[in-house]
């Protein structure tokens, strides 16, 4: 089963609350913990950080910040995926080609055309580096669709503050559901899906 990483976010911003929600996390089982840089300075994305490494969260990139950069052309805000699959699929080629790219962030749900899961299986057979599967993964269904499809991982941030998974109304209980619901799929090692 794919990684799950727990977005900090919510409509492609860092939460105003995200300090105080870090805490409540330390006994779910997470292990994955993002945020993004809008709605977060510096200062703040420092203690975030921090936080993080507090909490139950000691498999947080432990070898470091990793950059996973978008393949595709990636527009508006929130963002949106364009090109066609073969298009990503080569730049996806191309980007982990590079010495200082550790894997990807594919908007494969954010693409408005493009059949989802050819998508994230073209790209991450093209990728040689982890490809996690970021945006509108707002279901179970979607996080098991991800890791079948090859995925190294997927993120989940707006879905729980909205409180749409199996757990709410808390942001805790959310995360704990979608680890142990998805945990009962996990036949394989996710990183055989590099």
């Not at 432990?62 to 929130?78: A, E, I, T």
């Not at 269904?141 to 707006?158: C, D, K, L, N, P």
Request: proline letters at 5%; a negative charge; charged letters at 20%.
């Amino acid at each position: 089963m794919a990684h799950f990483v727990f977005m900090l976010t919510h409509d492609d911003r860092t939460v105003d609350n995200a300090a105080e929600i870090v805490p409540t996390l330390a006994d779910t089982g997470l292990r994955y913990i993002g945020f993004k840089d809008v709605g977060a300075d510096i200062a703040r994305q420092r203690e975030l950080t921090s936080l993080a490494h507090g909490a139950d969260t000691a498999g947080m990139l432990p070898d470091g910040v990793r950059y996973c950069p978008f393949p595709g052309q990636v527009v508006d805000h929130p963002s949106v995926l364009l090109g066609t699959i073969e298009e990503i699929a080569a730049d996806a080629e191309r980007l982990t080609a590079l010495d200082h790219v550790a894997g990807l962030d594919l908007l494969a749900y954010r693409h408005p055309t493009a059949d989802t899961l050819e998508l994230i299986r073209a790209v991450v057979q093209a990728s040689s580096g982890p490809v996690i599967v970021a945006g509108s993964i707002a279901s179970i269904a979607r996080a098991v669709a991800v890791s079948e499809a090859g995925a190294w991982g997927y993120t989940i941030g707006s879905a729980i503050f909205d409180g749409l998974l199996p757990g709410a109304p808390t942001i805790a209980d959310q995360v704990r559901r979608v680890l142990e619901e998805t945990a009962s799929d996990a036949n394989t090692s996710p990183e055989t899906h590099t």
